[in-house]
């Protein structure tokens, strides 16, 4: 069945977010569902077929999305980082991705039967990892501790200077000047490092002249920035090929760290598009394999991915990290697990192979993108499989988190956070009134004084093991705030807010989306019932008391809060939550002393 472009545009979209909602529903990582999907799309039924439809607009669409991927990735680095992990992250960059760079080189060489040049570029080729399949692994995996910098921030270095490294040793291939080879590569790093600088300094000089004087309303920024991105990236290609990778990511990098102007929004964007691309690429890329292509690899392919993921990149991260007391060795073990090929690997060895293929050379051109698709699907699905449970296994990461922050540190709000301290739940408390926040400290509550407003207060945040919040202010904007910001921070996006006062005097439909323990339960009513002497109670469910006895003994004077299960998940009782409480469930509820909870007054 042949299908149109607008066809295939439409079905890539729908299977790529299929992939993406069945990934997130079933807690695995996206990127094996989408390569699963582009397979299964392409190869094995034919339905997509990227060549035939895109034509030779497919790698400028595939590159110019790259382009937007990484400048997204550096929108996201923040210089402080390297506070955290800047040796380290240093190292595994330059002295990591050497080693990876020999060692998978020489393989090359030994195992695939290339010629020592090609064994070079193909060793070049795969020091490039990139944010396109880390990014998505980290925000399954949430790591803890610096191994999460280290590996954003080596992701996101690695794909333009694994680009530029490999697009040098090709210009040597090309060129048959393998004497000059070093200098060849030393000149055109030069070049590159100095176009980018001046490419990526000079867009973000205009768009921040532009912004304080005024002259760039908020609602064009998204735009004028995409604008700006695709046109340094163009310019920096046709100053010198394939620098405009590392354009754009310097681009990104100075726009994160600049104080003119905040750029959540256009991050926000930017993570949406990137979402889209990094779906639809995958599934575009993955429908091209033509299963032909690996009845030329023997039993040395299998032994060189093999060694790839047990022997290079370990040795790679124990060179890089060697005597570093940034990281431990739980840290360096889950590094070694962070190193999956993606689509930039992909794209450029496509190229590189076709041109390979035109100098002569096309059985060797086929078996470097045979070996290269083997690699990335190996590797994704590998670190795919086992970064998560590995990582959960070294005590870095917690799959579902549970823990509680509480906006507010007030005296009922630290009432709740004890309670749900003294059933082993996690909790943590943030106020801006460092009073509040001194006396949640001294009753041994971990509490922070800070804005929820400031961005740069949420960052620096430690909200490890954090899964849900609750906005407990008597603030109905710090409350709306809250909601809708601490999903980019909170790792299950698990928020309620207290239901806006102005909506229950007003006896209006909540515009609240799911308001806190009921919809009638304000702030007011929250503290005259704690004034009025309402206390905080708790009780297990079990055979002989279950939640129907609950019910008919305390009727209308418990206010459930939380459902707190034998196995320590937490739930949240809100005006559209329905929880079932089962036998060992532990429920957290406010014992009142009015007969009915009534709407407070404002």
Known sequence: MEISLFGTFVLVLAVGAAAQWIGWRLKIPAILLLLAAGLTAGPLTGLIRPDEAFGEVLFPLVSVSVAIILFEGGLSLKLRDLAKGGTSILRLVTLGGAVTWA???WMSWALLDFSPILSVLFGALLTVTGPTVIGPMLRAIRPRGTVKAIAKWE?????PLGVLLAVLVFEVYLSRHYDDA???????LGETLLTSILLAGAAAAILIALVRAKLMPEFLHNLFVLALVLGIF????????????LTVTLFGVILANQSVFNVRHIIEFKENLQVLLISSLFVVLAARVNFEDFAVLGWQSAIFIVALILIVRPVAVIVATFGSKQTNWRERVLLMLLAPRGMVAMVLTSVFALRIEQQGDTAVGATMLAVMLLVIVTTVLVYGLLAGPISA????SNLDPQGVLIIGAHEWARSIALELKSLQVGVRLIDSNRYHVGKAVHEGLNADCGNVFSEEFLENLDLTGIGH??????????????????THFIEK????????????DASSTSKTVNPVFGQDVSFTWLKREFERGAKLNHVTLRENFELAQFEEHYGN??????????????????????IKPRIGSTLVFLETVTQEREKAEV
């Open 155 to 159: 992701g996101i270095l690695n794909d």
């Open 557 to 578: 004077r418990a206010l459930l809060m939380f459902c707190v299960d034998d196995d320590g998940k937490v739930r949240i009782f809100s005006a559209k939550t329905r």
């Open 234 to 245: 163009a310019a920096s290609n046709a100053v010198l090929e394939e620098s405009g990778l």
């Open 182 to 188: 070093t200098a060849v590569i030393l000149l055109g």
């Open 103 to 105: 060692m998978a080189g």
């Open 393 to 396: 296994r070294l005590g870095l």
């Open 469 to 486: 919040a609750l906005a407990l202010t008597a603030n109905d904007e710090v409350n709306s705030f809250a909601e809708t910001t601490l």
């Open 493 to 504: 996006g698990d928020i309620y807010p207290l239901r806006s006062e102005r909506e229950i």
